[in-house]
């Protein structure tokens, strides 16, 4: 029974075509522990486009085999929509599992072209039971790429062959139907909409907190601020049944430290503020204390003009 487990094994076959991409990447599955049951094939052709590859790279496979094509990278700039429908038409027919490596992101200018020709694939095999795909957008970066920035470097490489030989032993999230595979009893869609309303719930508490917040500091700056009496009075009442001592006049002397502070900010940008001549005190910017601000005289002006009587009596010409 043992020997024919293991002739089964062994009969399981898994065939890599496509472009360049293919290159090194039967080396790199070759190395994972879990491939030793299988027999892998490599075929493919610098410089092939999807038609080139589906009319001359498929080979014969049974229907425990799994075909991995890399194809699109040729077909950008060059390969109609169309054409390469039916070259994906044509896959379809295949009784064993196909999965198609999407075009890897480049270190170039052309990742949004690349996104647009994949997101049309993603969405046309849909239809097709039997065609899955390796979205390499999802773990392989443009910094990946060697030094010609098209193909895979050596790390990119190995992320490509890891996922390949996830998909040989069914571990891939994605299935060809587009189901979502269940993860201890939820669907990854379940998972990201909890997701999201976890974030919702917690942006809701932070906005209460928020508000909170406000309101603290609001009737804090209304006992420290205010000079309205009957608003201390009730700050004074409210505050001394919360069994703490406010003053009532802490107001009123912040204000005053307050004003000083700006004058003395102000004086050190106006030259003339640091003179002690008498002419210069009397331009000087006063306190700002009731008590101390000069007595201004009163003058009669022209009902007519306006004109300060006093001055024009001053100037002789009245």
């Known amino acids: ?156 490489k190995m992320y490509l062959a890891k996922k390949i030989t996830e998909e040989c032993k069914g571990n891939r999230g994605q299935s060809n139907n587009g189901e979502l595979q269940k993860k201890n009893g939820y669907t990854t869609q379940d998972i990201r909409q909890q997701m999201i309303q976890n974030k919702n719930q917690n942006h809701e508490q932070y906005s209460r907190y928020k508000h909170w917040q406000e309101e603290i500091q609001e009737t804090a700056r209304k006992q420290l601020w205010s000079n309205n009496e009957d608003w201390m009075e009730f700050n004074d009442s409210r505050v001394k049944s919360n069994n703490t001592s406010f003053h009532q006049n802490y107001g009123q002397s912040r204000n005053k430290t307050h004003r000083q502070d700006w004058k003395r900010s102000l004086d050190s940008h106006v030259p003339w503020h640091k003179g002690t001549s008498t002419q210069q005190k009397e331009h000087a910017q006063p306190t700002y204390d009731k008590e101390q601000w000069p007595q201004l005289s009163e003058t009669n002006k022209c009902k007519t003009c306006g004109t300060c009587v006093a001055n024009v009596n001053r100037r002789g010409n009245f």
């Open 1 to 156: 029974m043992k020997s024919m487990v293991s002739t089964t094994s062994k009969n399981k076959k898994l065939y890599l075509i496509g472009d360049s991409h293919i290159r090194y990447l039967k080396g790199e599955i070759q190395n994972d522990i879990n491939m030793k049951d299988w027999q892998i094939n490599d075929n493919f052709k610098s410089g092939y486009n999807f038609r080139q590859i589906t009319t001359e790279l498929l080979p014969e496979a049974q229907d425990t085999d799994i075909i991995i094509i890399s194809a699109g990278t040729n077909d950008l700039y060059r390969t109609e929509w169309e054409s390469i429908k039916q070259s994906i038409d044509i896959l379809s027919s295949k009784k064993c599992k196909v999965v198609l490596i999407l075009t890897p992101p480049q270190n170039t200018g052309t990742n949004a072209d690349i996104i647009k020709l994949n997101t049309l694939i993603k969405h046309h095999i849909k239809s097709y039971n039997n065609i899955g795909i390796i979205d390499t957008h999802k773990f392989i970066q443009p910094w990946h790429s060697a030094v010609d920035g098209v193909h895979l470097g050596r790390k990119g």
